[in-house]
């Protein structure tokens, strides 16, 4: 079998041993459930209920308020005990609307669509706004956007990341073994809505199961095709994942669609076929709970707003105190400071990782060995654009196309002098656009 790959990345261990066989289970929530308003990259949504109000699951409590948006929707019943600002995973705060859970589940009325080979591309894309699907992989871009491209823009593929090339994180893997034939039509909407388009289902090689069982699910489909990817870091980065399933390149400040491509995770097109299938807005994720902290790593199927310690301690709790837990995975998620914090959209993973593991090495001076250039998957200088980031030579930093990085954290994986190069590069980013903001 020949597997694809794209140019450069690294090979960190992967970690998944932990729960990669653990079946997905349920987990019912506690009282109190957050659901913040910014689940999402774009506006906020803005909040439609107040303090005192009873919702229902499924019920709308937070509508996009932009193009780049999404809406939120209620996990539970039950009667809003507050709407208040709250901490994020993200470091920052959001105004969330916190619920008292009655037990009852009840849920308002969510009328069955008709069949999607019946609908337009346009009712496709207004059932999946109106669920509220975002990018479930980690970015939690808006899904009706990605689905509406420019009309000069021609889509000819479709490509599902099954990759999921992040150390230690099985959710989506489980999915393709569990819920392969919702994986499967969600799919197959999208190319209803791209008639001259075929899908391709990446795959990294580490996951020989979840290959053969999509293989085994899409064998009588013409246009759908499995694609078994090298293990490798970021396989699953959407421009890295482009390349190796078509051998295209995304240039510089362009998108997938500029080269006829969009791009779409496991788990947010099984959001689609719920969504246009089912008529049920996204209410609930899979989130893998794991590290060598954690008492009994697992995959566990949770409603939004519930909080990462509810998770943590259906687990067990710790066999250790870990000194750095990370929500999503060791290179691209971030560190958090409580679990006191909801699990929303995005939140792919727990990672509680033990003094053994969270070792924070010292910073010496760079070596000018090259291996951060022979790593980075987008072909920059990482420790050129980290020094003029230090330095404050923004635009500089822009010039030598900083802005292309996309945060894989492959260069400060390999650095031999243990340059925090990752985290000063996400700083002069965030520094670029601030500025951009002000003007």
């Known amino acids: 079998m020949e597997l694809l790959t794209f140019k450069r990345g690294v090979h960190p261990p992967h970690g998944k041993y932990l ?12 009282q109190l459930l957050v659901f913040p308003m910014a689940q999402h990259i774009g506006a906020p949504a803005e909040c439609l209920v107040k303090k005192g ?54 849920e308002i009325e969510m009328p069955k669509p008709k069949p999607y080979a019946e609908m337009s591309k346009e009712e496709i894309v207004a059932l999946v706004k109106e669920a509220g699907v975002v990018g479930m992989g980690g970015a939690t871009f808006p899904t009706n956007v990605k689905l509406a491209p420019p009309p000069d823009k021609k889509i000819d593929a479709i490509i599902l990341n099954g990759a999921e090339c992040e150390p230690y994180l099985t959710c989506d893997h489980r999915l393709m073994l569990e819920e392969t034939n919702m994986i499967v039509e969600g799919l197959q909407i999208i190319l209803h809505m791209f008639p001259d388009a075929k899908g391709y289902i990446g795959i990294e090689d580490n996951k020989k199961d979840a290959i053969q069982k999509l293989k085994e699910a899409t064998k ?111 290179m691209m998620g971030m560190s958090i400071s409580t679990l006191d914090i909801p699990v929303v959209k995005g939140a792919s993973g727990i990672l509680c990782l033990t003094a053994k593991q969270a070792v924070l090495p010292e910073e010496s001076s760079c070596i000018r060995c ?60 965030k520094t670029v656009l601030a500025n951009k903001r002000k003007k």
């Open 19 to 30: 729960t990669e066989n653990k079946a997905i289970e349920d987990l019912s929530p506690n």
């Open 370 to 429: 090259g291996k951060c250039v022979e790593a980075c998957p987008m072909f920059l200088v990482p420790s050129a654009i980290d020094s003029l980031g230090r330095r404050k030579e923004f635009e500089e930093f822009e010039a030598q196309n900083g802005m292309d990085c996309i945060e894989c954290g492959s260069c400060t994986f390999v650095c031999p002098a243990k340059r925090h190069l990752i985290q000063s590069i996400r700083t002069s980013k």
């Open 220 to 330: 009588d489909i013409s246009n759908i095709e499995v694609k078994a990817l090298k293990t490798k870091y970021p396989q699953g980065a959407e421009k890295q994942l482009i390349y190796s399933v078509m051998k295209r390149e995304v240039p510089s400040g362009k998108l997938p669609a500029d080269v006829g491509c969009i791009v779409q995770n496991v788990n947010t097109v099984r959001e689609v076929y719920n969504a246009v299938v089912n008529g049920r807005p996204t209410i609930s994720r899979v989130v893998t709970v794991t590290g060598e902290a954690v008492k009994e790593p697992k995959n566990l199927r949770v409603r939004l707003g519930m909080t990462f310690k509810e998770l943590v301690d259906a687990c067990g709790g710790f066999k250790e105190d870990p000194v750095k837990v990370i929500s999503g995975g060791p």
């Open 53 to 106: 109000d009873r919702v229902l699951v499924g019920q709308k409590i937070g509508q996009a308020s932009g193009f780049i948006s999404a809406n939120i929707h209620s996990s539970v019943s039950g009667t809003v005990k507050d709407v208040k600002p709250v901490l994020t995973a993200g470091g920052t705060k959001s105004l969330a609307v916190i619920v008292e859970n009655d037990g009852q589940y009840e």
